[in-house]
């Protein structure tokens, strides 16, 4: 069995910074793919950032040059920095990763999800 944790989120002031973080746990034997999902209130779950195992990343346009990405293997673990955050960065935040938990058979993770609220 896996589980993803998540923590970091909070209430945060318009043009204030916070980190989440994701550490996975359980039955692993590599994990492929992790990334940052969010959900704003009333809209649909969409894609944030995401970063493959050998390190190259992606972002929404909404985020570029705000929001950075990173991995530690060796703690299973995915993180988002956020910088400059704007009240329409309010959502639940929630991670995702392609565990492996043997040779060729993987499966997707989620996240319990975690609230961010950029509001003054």
């Known amino acids: 069995q896996v589980q993803l944790v998540e923590s970091g989120g909070g209430l945060v002031q318009p043009g204030g910074s916070l980190t989440l973080s994701c550490a996975a746990s359980?039955?692993?034997?590599?994990?492929?793919?992790m990334g940052w999902y969010r959900q704003p209130p009333g809209k649909q779950r969409e894609l944030v950032a995401a970063i493959t195992s050998g390190g190259s990343t992606n972002y929404a346009d909404s985020v570029k040059g705000r929001f950075t990405i990173s991995r530690d293997n060796a703690k299973n673990t995915v993180y988002l920095q956020m910088n400059s955050l704007k009240p329409e960065d309010t959502a639940v935040y929630y991670c995702n990763m392609q565990i492996f938990q043997r040779v060729g058979v993987y499966n997707h993770y989620w996240g319990q999800g975690t609230q961010v609220t950029v509001s003054s």
């Open positions: 359980g039955s692993i034997f590599s994990i492929n793919a």
